[in-house]
């Protein structure tokens, strides 16, 4: 590669899925956490996560993308996701210059804050982020409960399947702790269609919710909710016992939960282990 050749940057909008799918792969090839999309993989990412390619940013050389940065927005808020420069081109300012015309266009779309997660061990790039001005607020956990592990206990209670979009209605009552952007309503409201719905009942009251995906290599938790009458000990353990009985031998998985969310208590009790640990940091206008 030459070391000289000139570095373009363009609106996302400008390359087509099937580009930047392929930059991404390259770019997360050696990641920590390994990641591989294909084209309508990465449009359903844009959906889900109401992505604006316009805003979003493309790295280009000689007519190849060689970086891409994705800005996402909602209701005055933005996120970022997506950040990677294929490994050949690293270590020139790609990312850094990628993020600063993130935050310009942040700004001139008005947004109040942005924010980012970061995989703990992934110290380079936490300290990118911290002198563009983003500040580690929380820990977020990827918990997951392997095939091998031994059943649950079957409890009592049963789980009650439903309409999963009918579970979103109360979102914010039912949770505690402020969710994560891939796990917030506006996300889950794209994911119904494809989810499946399971309440619990206690005392002759809803007392918690799961919305749960079904894939080949598992089931995804999408969302779990508990109403704070009960809380997470009472109504959480037996609302994971019961999804396990349903799907035995199944891994069961959730991501970006909250360190400080009491779920992460019943989780452990249950024997899910944390595989991945992120901050998600902050920007503030």
Sequence with gaps: MDAMTAIEYRQASSASYRERARCLNEAYVDY??????????LARMDRLYDVST??????VARERLVGMALLSERSGR?????VGTVPEYRRRGI???????????ARRLKMGELT?????????????????????????????????????????????????????RDFDTLHKERPSWQREAATLQQLAGQARGYTLALDG???AHCLVAERTDGVAILDVGIHPDFGAIR???????ALSRLYPGLPLSIVNVSADDPLCRVLAALQFRVTIRQHEMLKLA
């Design 78 to 82: 933005g996120w970022i996701s997506a």
């Design 95 to 105: 990312a850094r210059q990628m993020l600063q015309l993130l935050l310009h266009n």
């Design 205 to 207: 009251r809803r007392a």
């Design 32 to 41: 920590l956490v390994p990641l591989q999309v294909n084209a309508d993989q």
């Design 235 to 241: 109504a959480g353990r037996p609302l994971l016992q």
């Design 54 to 59: 316009d805003a979003s940013i493309v790295a």
């Design 116 to 168: 980012l997660e970061v995989i703990s061990d992934n110290h380079a790039a936490a300290a990118l982020y911290a002198q563009l001005g983003f500040v580690a607020v929380r820990e977020l956990l990827t918990w997951r409960r392997g095939s091998e592990d031994d059943p649950l206990p079957v409890p009592d209670e049963m789980l009650s399947e439903v309409n999963p979009a009918s579970l979103l």
